[in-house]
């Protein structure tokens, strides 16, 4: 069992820098692979980011490439989205969530291949 408590949303202006951090339970952190979605409202929940276990690997949306960067503390048993250039367009709210894996280089995108997921962190984008 993982429980997973997503933070660092807020408000935030067109053009600026968001962080959000996932923290998990339990002592086999390790052993996921970590993504983000995210969820506007009147839409469904699409993929974000992923890294694989020991974060040899990671994948992006088209649509924050080159914009958000995951990266992953294992002692820390945290998982971050660092979110820069942002527009409104990202405004959503953000959902952490892990998928057991065997392998390191494994990474999914889909909402229905992840475990556990946190109960979300709102980011709202001005303009």
């Known amino acids: 069992q993982v429980q997973l408590v997503e933070s660092g949303g807020g408000l935030v202006q067109a053009g600026g820098s968001v962080r959000l951090s996932c923290t998990a339970s339990?002592?086999?952190?390790?052993?996921?692979?970590m993504g983000w979605f995210r969820q506007a409202p009147g839409k469904e929940r699409e993929f974000v980011a992923a890294i694989s276990r020991y974060g040899t690997s990671t994948y992006y949306a088209d649509s924050v490439k080159g914009r958000f960067t995951i990266s992953r503390d294992n002692a820390k048993k945290t998982v971050y989205l660092q979110m820069n250039s942002l527009k409104p367009e990202d405004t959503a709210v953000y959902y952490c969530a892990a998928d057991f894996q065997y392998s390191d280089y494994v990474v999914v995108s889909g909402v229905h291949e992840y475990d556990y997921w946190g109960q979300g962190t709102e980011v709202t984008v001005s303009s």
């Open positions: 339990g002592r086999t952190f390790s052993s996921y692979a």
